[in-house]
């Protein structure tokens, strides 16, 4: 059976030491910052921010919320971000998704200055990613690498299998594999015999958003196992995309939901916006 890859401890590991971080960053004059920007009450939406919040004052962040009613027009949006990318205690700048109808989400993420987009969605940071080149890399594939590092595998001419292929999730994510000299494959909701790809996979990585997607004998013998997905069930329970029971039996490796990849994706934010601070106390320094 697989052993378990506890997202939870390396989170809280993680924050600890950011806190240290942040601490020796505002002792040498930057205290490191966080803008939100929240358009409109969806609920999850809400949730998602409030996380944000809390694991910014875990790690010694200084955050602020921008909560904005949902009929804020989207010239308002981009006065907003434009205010926070002169504000030199803002470090990050998160657009929190999905923006109402009425904005064109890649206008307002276009225009986060591209040394506080934080959640590394701007055109030029994906493009950075591409080349090998990114400085911020989008948090949930981000948190996946560091959950792999832990079993210790070297990535590297294995067989990696991202099933999901969000701009978010699937797409960053086989990029960093790629980077890291994996032979990739992405598979996606028009994959024919999806089993035929995942059984070949020394490292398989689920991002599709459908609760017992992957089962155990579509999962190759000793594989690492991430299930990055997030599903409630109508009982209230929250899966992911992985049959857990069935896929431990044959994996080596397997992350638990909840508690695998979900804390790991809020940490690589505060990761991200250290990293920023950092830069930002870089360039202040006296030479
Ligand atoms: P998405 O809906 O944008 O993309 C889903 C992808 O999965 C698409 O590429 C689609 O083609 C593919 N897919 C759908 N059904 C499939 C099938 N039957 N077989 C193969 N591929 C299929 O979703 P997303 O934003 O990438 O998120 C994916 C999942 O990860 C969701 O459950 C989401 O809640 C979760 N998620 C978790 C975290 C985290 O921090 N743990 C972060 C982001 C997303």
């Known amino acids: 059976t697989a052993q378990l890859i506890d997202g939870l401890k390396l989170a809280h590991s993680l924050r600890a030491a950011m806190r240290e971080r942040a601490r020796q960053l505002e002792e040498d004059g930057v205290k490191p910052g966080l803008a939100v920007v929240l358009v409109g009450a969806d609920p999850a939406s809400a949730v998602y921010v409030r996380n944000k919040l809390r694991a910014c004052s875990e790690c010694?962040?200084?955050?602020r919320q921008h909560l904005l009613p949902a009929e804020t027009s989207e010239a308002q949006v981009l006065q907003l971000i434009a205010q926070l990318?002169?504000?030199?205690?803002?470090?990050?700048?998160?657009?929190?998704?999905?923006?109402?109808?009425?904005?064109d989400v890649r206008r307002v993420i276009e225009s986060i200055a591209v040394d506080k987009d934080v959640d590394g969605f701007h055109l030029y940071n994906v493009g950075a990613l591409v080349i090998g080149q990114s400085v911020f890399p989008p948090c949930t594939p981000y948190g996946v690498q560091l959950l792999l590092d832990t079993t210790g595998i070297d990535v590297a001419g294995k067989n990696a299998v991202v099933v999901g292929a969000s701009n978010i999730v699937g797409k960053p994510m086989a990029l960093m594999l790629l980077q890291r000299e994996a032979t990739v494959s992405i598979c996606h909701a028009r994959t024919r015999d999806l089993a035929q790809y995942t059984i070949l996979a020394d490292i398989l990585i689920v991002a599709a958003g459908k609760p017992g997607l992957i089962t155990g004998p579509m999962v190759k013998r000793g594989a690492v196992v991430i299930d990055v997905g997030i599903n409630r069930?109508?009982?209230?329970?929250?899966?992911?995309d992985v049959d857990f029971d069935s896929v431990r039996e044959r994996a080596a490796w397997l992350t638990p939901v909840p508690g695998g990849v979900g804390p790991?994706?809020?940490?690589?934010?505060?990761?991200?916006?250290?990293?920023?601070?950092?830069?930002?106390a870089m360039q202040h320094a006296p030479a």
């Open 60 to 63: 010694g962040i200084a955050s």
């Open 85 to 103: 990318n002169e504000d030199d205690s803002v470090h990050g700048i998160l657009v929190q998704l999905p923006l109402p109808p009425h904005i």
């Open 233 to 240: 069930l109508a009982d209230g329970r929250i899966v992911g």
């Open 264 to 280: 790991m994706t809020v940490t690589m934010l505060m990761e991200n916006t250290l990293r920023s601070a950092h830069r930002a």
